[in-house]
């Protein structure tokens, strides 16, 4: 969501957005950047899997071959859709709320209910919660508790029955709230919001000073100007 609100924090939307680029394009051009970035620090927890033997922990002939395919099996369907959960709907309330905090409040309030939903599964079990659990968790704990215990270490998660209609339900909210930020967005009611402009009276418009000579404005959109801005905009933002 921080990577919307600077333009406002920072003022610098009222110069960025003066380049030819089309608002709805530049919307998804940050949430794609945003949701690949984060994609990529997901791939930490694989990464680690696969050191931990090397880590000093244990002698490394204790450790089994780690399963990579079934940690990006597990990586693709479980967090990559809970990510995009995450996205959709800081992204949504930034554009609507033109503020960071609602994009904390959200983050927070779907921590809470994940760990409420968890509670209660725990000690009244029901299929109701798995579908209610937007990270899927609870589905997944579900689902591999009824597997044999060699299958745990070595076998795919059996995406199927209830795992799979959470994952199914909870992407197709994702995506429709992504789609509610993507029509909302326009880079006038990000900037302003929907203030009403107010207008001078005739007297003050008669004080403003004209200027007798044409002025020569030209537009330079060349790449040696767009890597310049570039570099601008990196040293602002770090």
Not at 19 to 39: D, Q, S, T
Not at 208 to 233: C, D, G, H, M, R
Request: zero cysteines.
């Amino acid at each position: 969501g921080i990577i919307l609100f600077k333009d406002i924090e920072q003022k610098s939307g009222h110069w960025i957005y003066t380049l030819p680029i089309k608002e709805k394009h530049f919307f998804v051009g940050r949430f794609i950047a945003a949701y690949v970035i984060n994609a990529i620090l997901g791939l930490g927890y694989v990464a680690g899997m696969l050191l931990l033997p090397y880590l000093g922990l244990e002698e490394a002939h204790r450790f089994g071959d780690a399963p990579v395919v079934q940690l990006i099996h597990g990586y693709v369907f479980l967090f990559l859709p809970s990510l995009l959960l995450l996205i959709s709907l800081i992204f949504t309330l930034v554009v609507w709320f033109r503020n960071l905090a609602s994009g904390y409040l959200s983050t927070f309030f779907l921590t809470i209910l994940f760990l409420v939903t968890l509670s209660i599964n725990g000690s009244n079990p029901h299929r109701i919660y798995e579908l209610f659990d937007h990270f899927g968790f609870v589905a997944t704990e579900v689902s591999i508790s009824q597997m044999p215990t060699l299958q745990k270490n070595t076998e795919f998660l059996p995406i199927e029955g209830t795992l799979l209609l959470n994952r199914v339900i909870w992407t197709m909210l994702s995506v429709f709230i992504f789609f509610v930020g993507y029509f909302k967005f326009s880079f006038k009611d990000f900037l302003f919001g929907k203030g009403k402009v107010t207008r001078l009276p005739d007297e003050e418009e008669t004080k403003l000073t004209t200027v007798s000579w044409p002025i020569k404005v030209s537009k330079s959109f060349e790449q040696k100007y767009l890597l310049k801005k570039l570099w601008a905009l990196s040293k602002l933002e770090f």
